[in-house]
């Protein structure tokens, strides 16, 4: 009896103590840099989410670095090149050099959300 006890409490330990932020294999340093420094930073109101897309045929990563006032969002690639700000800064509408990016984009896949609580 004593055996099931500890197996039970073993695999409650191991499902419970697992990496809830374990990133999908493949995410680049760059995007787990900027998730480690979000989850470094007060809680956002939503919490903050980093997605993966298929734009203009390259798999790349939009991380909202911050939600407000003159900061831009980034979309990057897998070799961490900056591809453009989709959204934010002064004019609301990033940088410029992606305006099709939310028309365009596709295979939403979300890499990694913040669970903490505000």
Do not use: H
């Amino acid at each position: 009896m004593k055996r099931i006890a500890y197996l039970l409490v073993g695999l409650m330990a191991v499902s419970f103590g697992c990496d809830r932020d374990r990133l999908p294999k493949g995410t680049p340093q760059c995007v787990r840099d900027e998730i480690e420094k979000i989850k470094q930073a007060p809680v956002w109101n939503p919490p903050l989410k980093v997605y993966r897309y298929l734009y203009k045929g390259q798999t790349v990563y939009y991380i909202p670095v911050y939600q407000c006032c003159d900061f831009a969002s980034q979309l990057v690639d897998e070799n961490c090149n900056v591809v453009c700000s989709p959204d934010g800064g002064l004019s609301g509408r990033g940088d410029g050099r992606c305006p099709d990016f939310t028309a365009t984009r596709s295979n939403e896949k979300l890499v990694w959300q913040d669970t903490r609580k505000p």
